[in-house]
């Protein structure tokens, strides 16, 4: 997930994120939105806090996701 | 069987910061009101309906404002019409082609490492910077989400609707839609093309004898899915 805030307002979208049964879910963006999160996907682990700073985090988490 | 396995969502934030983008990057939704009503003064400014009865309460809470204020207070017609306006705003704003974007780089590096064929993009903005990169990649958009088996074309979800979805011809619901807040229709759906999308969806809006609307969902308290 790269830079999108949790609203309790879309239920459509963060119901299923809460119940994901992903292997890995990784969140760039803001402390503040990823505690947010972190309420509704324990699993979910932060990268970076922007999109420019997350890109190579995100390529590098996949590829170790592929490899394994 | 499907083997994309791997869910990248993006959400305003995306837009706001990848860089190299024209005129400038887009603004989140705190700043979203006072935008629109600078670019498009007649429907969005202090002197309109809208801005008269709901400027400052669009400013605190742009979505809340449209659904509890707005949307039981209009006839939709009114309301398409300022969804118009959005369309055309957010359709104005562009990667620089540079391709240094980080919408690019990301998919230059997910194509890179192979991982491209592997992954459905969602994502909740209205702009449409992200096909823009893919369309500067190469990469085709699949909006439909019926290909996620294809290697030829990249899965794009756009949850909350697009600046370049177009509702069909819904001039024989005019009335329907004149008369009643909060119409639902049920209607085909297409995508306009990014190429010139700016003039496409003012040649569209500007149809009299047929009725065009974007399809975004700036007021629904459930987004369509």
Known sequence: MIALRPNPRDPHLWNPVAQSQASQIVYVGGEDDFEALKKLQGRAIHLAATFKTGAAPVLSTLAKLRRN | ?225
């Open chain 2, 1 to 225: 069987m499907n083997n994309r396995d791997i869910v990248i969502l993006f959400g305003a934030g995306a837009s706001y910061g990848p860089g190299h983008v024209l005129p400038q990057a887009p603004p989140l939704g705190v700043n979203l009101y006072d935008a629109l009503a600078a670019q498009y003064p007649k429907d969005w400014g202090s002197e309109s309906h809208l801005g008269k009865m709901w400027a400052s309460q669009l400013r605190d809470d742009f979505e809340r404002t449209m659904y509890e204020e707005v949307l039981p207070k209009v006839s939709s017609l009114p309301l398409l019409e300022w969804h118009r306006r959005v369309a055309e705003f957010f359709a104005t704003y562009r990667v620089d082609g540079s391709g240094q974007d980080m919408y690019s780089l990301l998919l230059s590096g997910l194509r890179t490492t192979g991982l491209v064929g592997q992954v459905t993009f969602g994502s909740l903005n209205y702009d449409c910077l992200l096909e823009q990169a893919m369309l500067g990649l190469q990469l085709t958009t699949d909006y439909t989400l019926k290909a996620l088996a294809s290697q030829g074309s990249v899965p794009v979800a756009k949850i909350h609707g697009s600046c370049n979805f177009i509702a069909g011809d819904l001039s024989w619901k005019r009335a329907f839609i004149i008369t009643n807040p909060n119409a639902a229709i049920e209607c085909p759906l297409n995508a306009l093309s990014l190429q010139n999308l700016e003039g496409l969806l003012r040649q569209k809006f500007a149809a009299y004898e047929q009725a065009f609307f974007p399809v975004l969902s700036i007021t629904l308290q459930t987004s369509p899915q």
